[in-house]
């Protein structure tokens, strides 16, 4: 492992003060860890507004990672290869494999339905 990777429920853990979601990422931090969010499953989780001032909080020491056109292509093909229709999902996990991550996520059922799609072990940790 060589980073982390945040998806919209672990996102949405953070948000709703979750302390082991928050223990989990003190501790990313402390190992000198920038989790990455991928901006679509940023853009699942965020509502605006005064009262995500947490989720704001845990965003500013983590590193948001745009969909470029090459990899929107590369989680198409994924989503077909898993046969899994949550783009986000998908680019959780094809982000994941890229940069050799561990997935923090409250779903880890659909994670690893794609990480096996194509043959590929991710550490999961459940929030």
Known sequence: MDGVTYDTGALIAADRNDRRMWALHAGFLTLEVSPTVPTPALAEAWRGGSRQASLARFLALC???????????????L????????????????????RHDAV???????????ADATRTRLTVETV
């Open 63 to 77: 590193t948001a990672e745009a969909l470029t056109e090459a990899q929107a292509k590369a989680v198409g093909a």
């Open 79 to 98: 989503a077909a290869r898993a046969d899994h229709d949550d783009i986000v999902d998908v680019t959780v996990v094809e982000g994941a494999i890229r």
């Open 104 to 114: 923090v996520t409250s779903n880890p059922t659909h994670i690893r339905k794609i």
